[in-house]
Nanobody
Framework: EVRFVESGGALVQAGGYLRLSCVASGLTFRDYAIGWFRQAPGKEREAVSCISASDGSTKYADSVKGRTTISSDVAKNTAYLQMNNLKPEDTAVYYC????????????????????WGQGTQVTVSS
């Protein structure tokens, strides 16, 4: 059984930072592109970032570019999302998942290409 478990979410003040973690089990991490996504109340799930675990190449949504770094440790089957200079609009439940259609991140990170969603971790940024 494939399982993703996210952690690291918290309540922080605007301008603060968080490091989210995503641990995968039941699959070979390096064979997948791993994505971070977020969903705010009343909004659709959106892509935040993607990393190709095989070579470390990355993609970022414009809304987080320059403030966020995605990384992975294939030996630990773990992906990380370092978020700096957090803004109230970053408030959402953050999820990670594996791309079941591609091994590498595409120019556009499409939610429907990803599966094995975790339960999510809540990030709340106060103003």
């Amino acid at each position: 059984e494939v399982r993703f478990v996210e952690s690291g979410g918290a309540l922080v003040q605007a301008g603060g930072y968080l490091r989210l973690s995503c641990v995968a089990s039941g699959l070979t991490f390096r064979d997948y592109a791993i994505g971070w996504f977020r969903q705010a109340p009343g909004k659709e799930r959106e892509a935040v970032s993607c990393i190709s675990a095989s070579d470390g190449s990355t993609k970022y949504a414009d809304s987080v570019k320059g403030r966020t770094t995605i990384s992975s440790d294939v030996a630990k089957n773990t992906a990380y999302l370092q978020m700096n200079n957090l803004k109230p609009e970053d408030t959402a439940v953050y999820y990670c998942a594996a791309n079941t259609m591609r091994r590498r991140c595409d120019a556009t990170t499409r939610v429907y290409e990803f599966d094995y969603w975790g339960q999510g971790t809540q990030v709340t940024v106060s103003s």
